[in-house]
């Protein structure tokens, strides 16, 4: 980590490491209560993600989990939920008080909750943009909260690792804000807001094209929520910028040969007069019942301008099924 913006980034995580701030991340999704998991109070005081990583869909067959910048360990404890075996959740950070208040505050998980040990969960010192992960190696990647930190040169870095370690149809789940009004370069650069997560906010789209990019053949964006205001009494911007929290899947699967896979909520129904209508390039849509589609077969449905085809906006919250 060579530059400045990192270096304040380690510090204010330190600082959060050393003296829970309650106050640090506004997570928008609640934490999940599940059967005979009992969360300590610690870990929640130290929840210092904006959504949450932890999809019950992702983690069948007891997966290998790696997790970027462990914060006080709730996450990681929760991945060992559906991974009871020694190492099986990797988690990675910068920080030595982080991982060592992570350390403990796993220890007190394991006195609430005789399921657990905490050698479930390896905690590795490392950052994001060179990890010290295998290649191939991992089933669930995921961060929170964590790549709004970096600039574009880093985030792209940071991304190209997740692919690198990730198997063939691994799984890169990310939690972090972005906000679709223009970010003032005296807010972009200032070091403590970029890493308390609130200025190095990108655009949705753009933020999607980077995961495209790295290779990544599929994205889901399965949550977009209201997050934080940043506003001209408070901060250095004449205009109000709104930030929203998304919550994003990317699927290491092979590129398809006409560009990637980007479902952000869109659903085609077809109300004609026969039982159903094929497209002719494998998309099947039974009459009257909604079905799932990606972007990119949405826009290839409304170019056969067909009256009794209704293809809804994007709700920017994907929950799987559906056809590309």
């Known amino acids: 980590m060579e530059k400045s913006y990192l270096d304040t980034t380690v510090n204010v995580y330190k600082e959060a490491a050393l003296k ?7 997570t928008t999704t609640p934490v999940w209560v599940l059967p005979e998991l009992e969360m300590p109070s610690i870990m929640l005081e130290m929840n210092y993600g904006c959504g949450s990583t932890v999809h019950p869909r992702d ?20 991945f060992a939920y559906f991974s009871r075996r020694k190492g099986a959740v990797i988690g990675i950070d910068v920080v030595d008080e982080m991982l060592e208040a992570c350390q403990n505050n796993l220890k007190e998980a ?20 060179h990890l010290p992960i295998e290649d ?45 009004d223009p970010m003032p370069e005296s807010l972009r650069n200032d070091e403590k807001l970029r890493a308390l997560c609130l200025s190095g ?13 790295a290779g990544f053949g599929t994205v889901e964006i399965r949550a977009k929520r209201p997050y934080r205001i940043l506003d001209p009494k408070h901060y250095e911007t004449d205009k ?13 699967d092979p590129m398809p040969e006409d560009g990637p896979c980007v479902f952000t909520g869109k659903t085609a129904i077809y109300y004609g007069d026969e039982d159903f209508f094929d497209d002719g390039a494998g998309h099947i ?35 799987g099924g559906g056809c590309c």
Do not use: H
Request: with cysteine.
């Open 20 to 26: 829970p701030d309650v106050g640090l991340c506004c």
């Open 59 to 78: 983690l069948v067959n007891s997966p290998t989990v790696l997790y970027v910048g462990v914060g006080g360990g709730m996450e990681v404890f929760q």
């Open 110 to 129: 394991e006195k609430l909750n005789p399921w657990f040990q905490a050698d479930f969960v390896d905690l590795r010192k490392g950052d994001a943009i």
């Open 136 to 180: 191939e190696s991992i089933d669930v990647a995921a961060q929170n909260c964590l790549f709004n930190i970096f600039e574009k040169e880093e985030l792209k870095k940071a991304i190209a690792e997740m692919y690198r370690v990730l198997k063939l149809n691994g799984r890169l789940i990310l939690s972090d804000p972005v906000t679709e």
């Open 201 to 213: 906010s990108l655009p949705l789209d753009e933020y999607i094209k980077m995961l495209t990019d």
């Open 240 to 252: 109000t910028i709104y930030l929203e929290s998304v919550e994003v899947c990317a699927i290491k």
């Open 285 to 319: 849509l039974l009459n009257n019942q909604p079905i799932a589609i990606c972007d990119k077969t949405a826009k290839k449905l409304a170019s056969l301008k067909k009256d009794d085809i209704f293809i809804s906006p994007s709700t920017y919250f994907y929950d």
